[in-house]
């Protein structure tokens, strides 16, 4: 049963689901001088329900010490935060500037900071703005 379909199947007729860029992290690379850079997939396109976090998630990032604009966004797949096992970063998604993307979202790029709910085929996570 596909659970995260049939509850989208309500919540996209009052907020529909928008186009996004997901970029999975692969890790990092090291310079010679110590630098580390983040590194990613090629982005793949998924359709991801935004929507403002609630007040028992809020406290929670609250008590992590993760602050700024956050969002949760659901989605189909299995995407991440920080993976420390295999020294990935947080996951990114990326949203372009067309018409069908909220104006708030428009031209923006989220990174993963923490996995509210992860499902076989669905995941909910808490998604922070980052600086463009």
Not at 55 to 81: E, M
Request: glycine share 6%; net charge neutral.
């Amino acid at each position: 049963m596909n659970l995260r379909g049939i509850a989208n199947s309500v919540t996209s007729a009052i907020n529909p689901n928008t186009a996004a860029q997901l970029s999975r992290s692969t890790g990092y690379d090291t310079t010679p001088s110590g630098k580390r850079t983040p590194m990613y997939a090629a982005p793949v396109t998924a359709q991801v329900q935004v929507q403002a976090l609630s007040a028992p998630q809020l406290q929670h990032l609250d008590s992590l010490n993760i602050t700024g604009v956050l969002r949760s966004a659901r989605l189909n797949g299995d995407w991440r935060s920080v993976y420390r096992p295999d020294s990935q970063g947080g996951d990114l998604i990326a949203f372009g500037g067309t018409p069908d993307v909220p104006v708030s979202l428009q031209n923006t790029t989220w990174l993963v900071v923490q996995v509210l709910e992860t499902w076989p085929d669905w995941c909910s996570l808490a998604i922070q703005l980052q600086k463009a």
